[in-house]
């Protein structure tokens, strides 16, 4: 009985493996023994080991923002020899819940690596709070001022603080190609509506991917929203300032989780970004291991504020203290119409966030002469082709459905 036992326990250990992707969904539970598995050195992995993994090389910069926050961005440099793109910088932005692995978990379908083949030199940005980013001069993470901010704080101070790190490092005036994704779009209209002049000093173009101004949300985020105040009011009551702080731990156990239900995980990104159709299940463990990380839980008030009011506007203080900040008693709103950049806006008609009617509403503001945008893939209405939210930097088939629009715009900027 007892040798049973061993020889079960050795045939069991003989077996196990380190898989971690799966080619569909209900293997995952069983991912050790099943042959439909495989071993995905993306997930948990880091961006600069992901870079390298790919066969690309990795640079790594610090810049210090006006208001103290250390930001690391990473660099996959153009070959001095390859004078395709002239060297063409390009400064990806992520998303909320995101950091720079946004653009390099998903192996050659990654947009970082298609710029890299390109020749283009790729920047990829962190934002404070996330794990790359997450030191102060002078407050540690776990204290409240290292949270207190809003999308306006992070916007007037770490875009500029990034885009003149690479304009200085590139020595390129002016020159600048900037995508960001959701808030990385969210962002840089707001720092370029207020800051206009000193933009074009840094930036060619921005193209925005799921540009989040004007949001027009499915009605559950309105009804969270909508709560968001209270949640907000308790969390911070409760000492905490920011939320998936601990992101190691959420990752681990995420990965766990998602392993055993993957079919509740796959559903949980329909419901938070949209339904895709275009996700791949070999990919579930790799999201769920990037995506999640910490935010400020005044900045998702802020989008809250955004998603109630539908106003592109500042951070709402309350009367007496909107007063007290802009003197006036409400928020002050983002002109958009001071952009006069080319601006190149991509949506996806199952995004949760925003609707034509929102991406149309900033197109018409921007004052740019040179503007445009596409709802992705272009003129394919079949419902399975459709993109969401996070489609735009996981999608199966991105590359015939996004990137070949996506290159087009950026050779027409080739001046
Ligand atoms: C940038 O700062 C991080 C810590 O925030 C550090 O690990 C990294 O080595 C620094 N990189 C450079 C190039 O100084
Ligand atoms: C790149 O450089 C090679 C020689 O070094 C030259 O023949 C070629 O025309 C250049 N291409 C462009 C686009 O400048
Ligand atoms: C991308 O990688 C996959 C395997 O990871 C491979 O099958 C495919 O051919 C590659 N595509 C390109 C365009 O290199
Ligand atoms: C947060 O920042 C505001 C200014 O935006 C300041 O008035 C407030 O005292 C700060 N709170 C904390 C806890 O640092
Ligand atoms: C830009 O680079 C120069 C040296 O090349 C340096 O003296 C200067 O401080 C840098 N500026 C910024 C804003 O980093
Ligand atoms: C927005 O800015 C433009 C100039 O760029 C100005 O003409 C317009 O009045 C402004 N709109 C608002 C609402 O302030």
Request: proline share 4%; net charge positive; aromatic share 14%.
């Amino acid at each position: 009985m007892l040798l049973l036992v061993f020889i079960q326990v050795t045939q069991a250990s003989a077996v196990r493996s380190d898989n971690n992707a799966c080619s569909r969904l209900y293997d995952y539970p069983v991912m050790d023994k099943s042959g439909n598995c495989y071993v995905n050195p993306n997930v948990m992995a880091l961006t600069p080991s992901m870079i390298k993994q790919n066969g690309y090389p990795v640079l790594s910069y610090n810049v210090t923002t006006r208001d103290g926050y250390n930001l690391q961005l990473f660099r996959i440099p153009p070959d001095e020899k390859d004078n395709r793109t002239n060297k063409q910088p390009v400064l990806l932005e992520h998303g909320l819940f995101h950091d720079s692995s946004s653009w390099v978990f998903v192996g050659n379908r990654s947009l970082a690596f298609n710029l890299a083949d390109k020749g283009y030199d790729v920047w990829l940005a962190n934002q404070r709070g996330s794990r790359y980013s997450c030191t102060h001069r002078k407050f540690k993470t776990s204290s409240f001022q290292y949270w207190n901010y809003s999308l306006d704080t992070m916007a007037s101070n770490d875009i500029p603080a990034l885009l003149k790190l690479v304009a200085n490092v590139t020595e390129k005036e002016s020159a600048i190609i900037y995508i960001g994704h959701s808030r990385g779009a969210t962002l840089i209209f707001m720092y370029a509506s207020e800051h206009p002049a000193e933009t074009q000093k840094l930036l060619k173009c921005m193209v925005a991917l799921c540009p989040v101004a004007y949001l027009d949300a499915v009605w559950y985020i309105k009804l969270l929203s909508f709560w968001a105040p209270s949640i907000g009011r308790t969390l911070l009551n409760l000492r905490i300032p920011a939320i998936f702080y601990n992101i190691n731990h959420v990752h681990t156990i995420l990965c766990k989780f998602c392993s055993n239900f993957p079919y509740v995980c796959r559903l949980l990104i329909d419901i938070s970004t949209g339904v895709t159709w275009q996700f791949l299940p070999d990919d579930l463990l790799a999201y769920y291991t990037h995506d999640f990380s910490t935010e400020s839980v005044k900045e998702l008030l802020h989008y809250a504020q955004l998603v109630t009011t539908g106003k592109f506007q500042k951070y709402d203080f309350g009367k007496w203290g909107n007063l007290k900040a802009y003197g006036q008693e409400n928020p002050p709103q983002y002109n958009l119409t001071n952009i006069r950049l080319p601006v190149f806006m991509y949506y996806g008609k199952n995004d949760v966030f925003i609707k034509e009617k929102s991406v149309r509403k900033v197109f018409d503001e921007l004052g740019s002469n040179e503007k445009a945008f596409w709802k992705i893939p272009v003129g394919i209405n079949e419902e399975k082709y459709q993109f969401s939210h996070n489609d735009f930097i996981w999608a199966k088939q991105i590359n015939e459905l996004f990137y070949t629009n996506l290159f087009y715009v950026l050779d027409s900027q080739k001046k």
